[in-house]
């Protein structure tokens, strides 16, 4: 069992200079990769994996199609800047043909864990070699997917995986005593800008988690903008997280006087410390007026907009 080190508990200084330790001695003369994707935990693994192994870490952006906004964009500038050398690997086509027809959330995470860690990134591993995959797994994680809330993408041992004999290399998890406020402050101390480790957590299958049902080009695209929307509104609001889910039934509205047959997307935002338990923020009606006027303007085909008012549990922070 993952003894927890708690924030009050954490010394980032004792902690970072263990795990750098831990990942020199698994790594040795070798060669590791890691995957970064912007988000808190990926990044603060990144930055650690950085510090303890310089040339022999290979950092690999993966653009899923998956993404925010011009997100792979932001986050391989900023990591260049860092002095962390990004290669970016193209395989939208990978993670959409293997979404295709795919709408239960639980099939769809195995779509994409399947595709990232077996296709594309065991393609990437066995080209280069290495036998060490740094992943920025943290106890939340772990937690979900014991109890059965939902199984994360990126949590092996707890499922009866064995990555060596699945995927053919080992997985280093430095990350998996901490939560996300204590990645957080590891983050800060490694020297990461504020923008990018206080950033709002971000699923790792990404926008696929934001849509009800198949996850297609077309309906990645809609929730796309509708968390430009969302992110750009709530940003001032200090809320742990926010988003925008895109429904899969569409709804009766109308437009230019007639009736219309539209989307419908479900706006979150929540107060939280860990993302254990979750209470929605109270919202100004002008906010939420202001955020439903931009959503349907700015997304084509949006035609209603709801708030979400259940605390987790039994809510949980993604729809999906």
């Given at each position: ?78 990591f ?14 990978e ?5 295709r ?22 393609r990437i ?53 901490l ?36 996850a297609?080009?077309e ?102």
């Amino acid at each position: 069992m993952t003894k927890e080190i708690t924030v009050q508990e954490l010394n980032t200084g004792q902690f970072i200079a263990e795990k750098v330790a831990e990942i020199q001695e698994a790594v040795g003369k070798g060669t590791a990769i890691n995957a970064l994707s912007g988000g808190v935990d990926s990044s603060a693994v990144t930055m650690l994996g950085h510090r303890a192994l310089g040339e022999q870490l290979r950092t690999v952006f993966i653009e899923n199609g998956l993404m925010r906004d011009e997100e792979p964009e932001q986050v391989v500038s900023l990591f260049r800047k860092l002095g962390v050398p990004v290669e970016v690997v193209d395989a939208r086509d990978e993670f959409f043909a293997a979404l295709r027809g795919t709408r239960d959330p639980e099939a769809k995470r195995e779509a994409i864990t399947q595709t990232f860690y077996r296709q594309v990134f065991g393609r990437i591993v066995k080209e280069s070699g290495a036998k060490c995959l740094l992943q920025g797994t943290i106890l939340t994680d772990i937690d979900e997917t014991v109890a059965g809330i939902k199984r994360q993408h990126n949590v092996f041992a707890q499922l009866g995986i064995d990555p060596q004999e699945a995927f053919g290399y080992r997985i280093l998890e430095p990350l998996v005593q901490l939560r996300k406020d204590g990645v957080r402050k590891v983050g800060a101390a490694l020297g990461l800008p504020s923008e990018l480790f206080q950033r709002i957590p971000f699923p790792g299958p990404a926008l696929a988690a934001r849509v009800i049902g198949e996850a297609t080009r077309e309906r990645i695209a809609t929730v796309r903008k509708a968390t430009a929307v969302v992110e750009r509104l709530l940003k001032g609001t200090g809320a742990f997280q926010y988003m925008g889910i895109l429904h899969e039934d569409r709804v009766t509205g109308m437009r230019d006087g007639r009736r219309d047959f539209g989307y419908q997307i479900e706006v979150r935002c929540w107060d939280s410390v860990d993302a254990r338990t979750a209470t929605p923020t109270r919202l100004s009606w002008d906010l939420l007026d202001n955020l439903a006027r931009e959503i349907v303007q700015h997304v084509p085909g949006v035609v209603s907009v709801t708030y979400n008012i259940a605390s987790k549990p039994p809510s949980t922070i993604e729809a999906v």
